[in-house]
């Protein structure tokens, strides 16, 4: 058949028009990566055949564009068009360029008078919206109007349309080429929605249901051996489709044409005409049937990105192929993280299906929440480092948001990152059941997760309402500091999470540290092995770490959590100025460390530990150091024999009662029925072994980093 001046129109399916108070959902989905790579070497092909004057030659007659020829008038736009939604997809300047060289070609016409062509227009509005310059939707909507003063109104010039293509024996392509300009009137009034261009748009789709069932002269569908017999098909599908009229015969049509789609997934084995189809179903819900014509496409690709036949290579076809992927994979789903969150309303649900994503640094300013399959949970990996001056994060929130995370895997190997997930500047929500593996930045730097807010760092103080954040449920490995951190915030609360540390060498682990201010509530988590010693200084490594060394009011409430076979379970304080105020209670158990409970040297702090399993810890169950008077009553410390927990025991802390058993039933003052057998050397102390607080303080150095 012979070459047609065909256009892809897309309703932007990034642009979500948001009603009041309603989200959608967008979705993520990895498996698009060869689209992509098909459709960038498209755009580097059309990039690379651009003609000077902004336009293309119709057929490419070699790898470089001719100079001095001018380019047809009527392939601009749809070549064009491809151009674009790549830009959309990569954010690749070049072809942003291109772009709007292609915009200057078609306003040389108009100046000229010439009238605007159907793939001109949408192409021109969706510049616009790119950009966010008018002038380009300004062109489009003052030719359109120019086009239907010339023809008497909307249904004028679809009837012109119609009576020049049957005119020159092209029957087959009136509602194809009427269609393109019920899109161009559709993609203005969703630039211009007061001045109502979607009357026109219906308008003219009735031309198109009256040639198809009306009138007598119109198309014959008994004839499928016509030259781009399916196209009258795509024209009529897209059109009914997307103006909302004569269903019934959308899907009559519908149904004609998958059953005459090709097993190789294509229609009528060209190239044009399956890109057309992938689109038209692509509106109409078959999103199956399309993805077989895509596969279809990207297996005819040439190696040099365009797309052949008849020994030719067409400009405007390989546009129209790369049209038709784009949308097959921006019409529901987007390829990145980034995309997705660019296209985004504030409000909206992110969901991001299984797979491996390889993602650059993400930036989150509004309202959302990302969901990953909790049953298979998708990998993101690092394609980049992250930026110690100002994007510290892989993925970073910043903003008064409220931004959740659900069900993802974070694997920095490979990179230096500094801070997995970052919330800063007054940023909220919650990340949940992540697992978060092989963060480092350099030897002693890798957060997994961080909440801050500067504010009593630098001496003010945070709102009464300040932000609440959570991390539920998520697991860390192979983090080369801190786990989670809460620096300056009002409201942290980690719950369930578990912490794996590296055990010993020469670096450090924090499974959770507070500071700056924060204020925090721990429970239910699960830390262990943080072993590492930093050769540097010395520093050593803790379960827990609560300090005020970069702001005060930090304060912890720390419950039913497990820690075991760390260097210290929990740290309290980081200096003799250190004034952490510290609840360790209900049921918290603590064993097989070094130190169970170790504070610094700080008269400041304020200390309880209460209801809690505290035992078969190799050096000390509590060291308080020459600091803070420990309210330590009613725990189970591995003994029910007075001595003994003294000796587990250092500084000014009154542990009695405690607890007899393990069970943590009985305790020591209860007046038992004698089965009970209490160590009768002083069984009611106030200060447990006062006289050797100075001899026995252990004082050793915990680090701090700031955020």
Not at 67 to 74: D, I, L, Q, R, Y
Not at 145 to 174: F, K, P
Not at 561 to 570: A, E, K, M, P, R
Request: charged letters at 25%; glycine letters at 8%; a negative charge.
């Amino acid at each position: 058949m012979n070459r047609l001046k065909l256009n892809l129109v897309i309703i932007l399916g990034i642009m979500l028009v948001m009603i009041s108070g309603v989200s959608a959902t967008l979705y993520v989905n990895s498996g698009c990566a060869n689209e992509r790579d098909s459709i960038v070497d498209a755009a580097n092909r059309l990039v690379e055949t651009q003609n000077e004057d902004g336009g293309w030659e119709w057929v490419n007659p070699d790898e470089n564009p001719s100079t001095g020829v001018p380019s047809p008038k009527n392939t601009v736009g749809v070549t064009a068009q491809g151009l674009l939604d790549v830009y959309r997809l990569t954010k690749d300047y070049r072809y942003l360029n291109s772009s709007i060289s292609a915009y200057r070609y078609i306003d040389v016409q108009a100046k000229n008078d010439e009238r605007i062509r159907g793939p001109d227009i949408p192409f021109l509005v969706e510049l616009s919206e790119v950009t966010g310059e008018a002038e380009y939707a300004e062109l489009a909507k003052t030719r359109y109007q120019d086009a239907l003063e010339e023809y008497g109104g909307a249904t004028g010039l679809a009837e012109h349309i119609r009576d020049v293509r049957v005119s020159q024996g092209w029957e087959t392509l009136v509602p194809w080429d009427i269609n393109l300009y019920v899109q161009g009137a559709l993609a203005l009034n969703r630039y211009y929605p007061e001045e109502r261009f979607d009357n026109d748009a219906e308008d003219m789709t009735e031309i198109i249901y009256n040639y198809l069932y009306v009138d007598e002269s119109g198309f014959d569908f008994n004839d499928k051996e016509q030259d781009a017999y399916w196209l009258a098909y795509t024209g009529a599908i897209e059109a009914f489709t997307t103006t909302g009229l004569h269903l019934s015969e959308r899907d009559s049509l519908k149904e004609d044409l998958l059953e005459n789609q090709g097993i190789e997934g294509d229609f009528d084995n060209d190239p044009q005409i399956t890109a057309y189809a992938v689109m038209a179903l692509l509106k109409a819900g078959e999103k199956s049937a399309a993805e077989n014509g895509v596969m279809f496409l990207m297996n005819t690709q040439d190696e040099n990105g365009g797309w052949s036949y008849d020994e030719n290579e067409y400009t405007e076809v390989t546009s129209e192929s790369t049209q038709a992927i784009f949308d097959s994979i921006y019409e529901n789903a987007f390829c990145s993280i980034q995309d997705a969150i660019d296209a985004a309303n504030s409000g909206d649900v992110i969901e991001v299906s299984a797979g491996t994503y390889e993602e650059g640094l993400i930036d989150i300013n509004k309202d959302l929440t990302i969901i990953g399959d909790a049953e298979n949970k998708p990998v993101f990996k690092p394609t980049e480092d992250t930026i110690h001056s100002n994007h510290r994060g892989w993925i970073q929130v910043s903003g008064d948001v409220n931004v959740i995370i659900k069900n993802l895997i974070l694997d920095g190997e490979g990179k230096n990152i500094e801070n997995a997930i970052r919330y800063q500047d007054d940023a909220s929500g919650s990340v949940e059941n992540c697992d978060f593996l092989n963060i480092k930045y350099n030897q002693y730097t890798g957060i997994g997760v961080v909440v801050l807010d500067y504010s009593k760092y630098l001496g003010g103080e945070l709102e009464d309402i300040s932000p609440e954040f959570y991390v539920k449920d998520c697991t860390f490995e192979n983090i080369q500091r801190i786990g989670m951190m809460c620096f300056g915030v009002d409201k942290c609360y980690f719950e369930n999470n578990k912490y794996l540390g590296k055990g010993e060498g020469d670096w450090l682990d924090y499974g959770i540290e507070i500071g700056g201010g924060a204020q925090a509530t721990l429970s239910g988590n699960e830390i262990s092995n943080c072993n590492g010693v930093a050769e540097s200084d010395g520093s050593i490594s803790a379960g827990i770490l609560v300090t005020t060394y970069y702001g005060e009011g930090t304060s912890a409430e720390i419950q039913n959590n497990v820690l075991y076979d760390n260097t210290v379970g929990i740290a309290v304080g980081y200096d003799e100025e250190d004034s952490s105020n510290v609840v360790i209670n209900n049921n918290n158990e603590i064993y097989n460390n070094e130190y169970g409970i170790e504070t610094s040297e700080s008269g400041l702090i304020f200390l309880a530990v209460n209801e809690n399993s505290i035992y078969d810890n190799s050096v000390l169950s509590l060291n308080a150091n020459n600091g803070p008077e420990v309210n330590a009553e009613k725990n189970w410390w591995g003994s029910a024999i007075f001595n003994e927990i003294k000796a587990l025991i250092t500084g000014l802390v009154d542990f009695d009662p405690w607890y007899l058993s393990g069970d943590m039933v009985h305790t020591s003052d209860e007046d038992s029925d004698g089965d009970t057998v209490i160590d009768s050397e002083d069984n009611c102390v106030d200060v447990a072994n006062a006289d050797q607080a100075d001899s026995d303080s252990v004082i050793r150095q915990i680090a701090i980093v700031m955020v």
